[in-house]
């Protein structure tokens, strides 16, 4: 008998710094992947593809959901999140060893009432004590039905190889979807975007309450190199300098680091200008949300 091949949609989703980013770039085993499309049209924003012999794992990107803030964002994210999910195979639920918070609890009710969710408990190598792990987890599974529960540590590599097994054993069989060793719909300055944007929430996230978007404003590409021009909106003068940091050295960093990835993936010189615009409530106006991306 042979085995049948399995390819489906993956949405890996959970309150900010719980692991998502770390474990689903762990799981998908390089940093950025570039994706060609094989498939006429997807419903989601690919973050990258995972292919094995005997499965295709499709990550979609699902904007984080804003728990602090009310108002548009807020509504048009967690709306964003349910349609996502509501198109996805499986759904991993990320939470934090032994870190119960109100942002997890504010998630449930987004969680897919039908569908896989897996919960994969990561962390698991900064747990003090192991056994509280199992009051933890209980806590939770008593308010959503978890298809599985996976502890993991995406840091460290723990248990991911188990967590693809619970996530293939539930995708659909069928074909896949995209060439194996490509990896994404979106261009590559939206790549760049996502990149520097992602260097903000790891250094600043916690701090920046709205998050911000990043405009790649100028992209001029010869062989030679490529220059390119970043502005990051934040939302009030006051988190201007909470994204420099002391003496600018957040945005040095997130500038350094962006750059970094970006030869990497580019394969090429990159000469990159990152800078700070303040764009006053901007996130509540639904139509600029649409021009940045967000729809
Ligand atoms: P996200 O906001 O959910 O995408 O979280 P990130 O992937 O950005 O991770 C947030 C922080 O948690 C980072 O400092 C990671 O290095 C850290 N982190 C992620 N996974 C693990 C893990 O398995 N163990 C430990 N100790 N830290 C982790
Ligand atoms: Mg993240
Ligand atoms: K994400």
Redesign the pocket.
């Known amino acids: 008998m042979t085995t049948p091949f399995r390819c489906g949609f993956v949405a890996v989703v ?12 762990a799981l998908i085993g390089s940093k950025i992947s570039i994706v060609s499309r094989k498939a006429q049209t997807t419903r989601h924003r690919i973050h990258g593809v995972l292919t094995r012999d005997h499965e295709q794992f499709v990550f979609v990107d699902t904007p ?1 959901f804003q728990t602090r803030h009310g108002g548009t964002m807020n509504r048009m994210m967690n709306r964003v999140v349910t349609q996502a999910l509501a198109d996805v195979d499986v759904t991993v639920h ?1 939470v ?1 060893a032994g870190k119960w918070s109100a942002g997890d609890a504010q998630l449930l009710p987004l969680l897919p009432q039908s569908g896989h969710t897996i919960l994969a408990v ?5 747990l003090k004590s192991k056994n509280d792990m199992f009051a933890y987890v209980s806590k939770i599974m008593a308010q959503h039905s978890y298809s599985a529960v996976v502890p ?5 590599g ?1 248990q991911l190889e188990n967590l693809l097994q619970e996530i293939a054993a539930r995708l659909p069989e069928g074909e896949p979807m995209f060439e194996a060793d490509t990896l994404t719909d979106r261009p590559m300055r939206f790549i760049v975007a996502e990149l520097i944007r ?1 260097k903000v ?2 250094l600043v ?1 916690d701090e920046l309450p709205y998050g911000c978007t990043v405009v790649i404003e100028q992209w001029d590409e010869n062989e030679a190199g490529v220059r390119v021009a970043a502005c990051i909106l934040v939302e009030r003068e006051t988190h201007r300098p909470i994204l420099l940091g002391t003496g600018g050295a957040h945005m040095k960093r997130i500038a350094t680091e962006a750059r970094q990835d970006m030869v990497k993936l580019l394969d090429k010189p990159v000469f990159l200008d990152v800078y700070i615009k303040v764009r006053k409530g901007w996130s509540d106006r639904e139509s600029t949300l649409r021009e940045l991306g967000y729809e």
């Open positions: 959970g309150r900010p710094n719980v692991g998502k980013s770390t474990l689903t770039n984080g990320v934090e990561n962390k698991v190598d900064a993991v540590s995406a840091l460290r723990v992602e929430f790891r996230g």
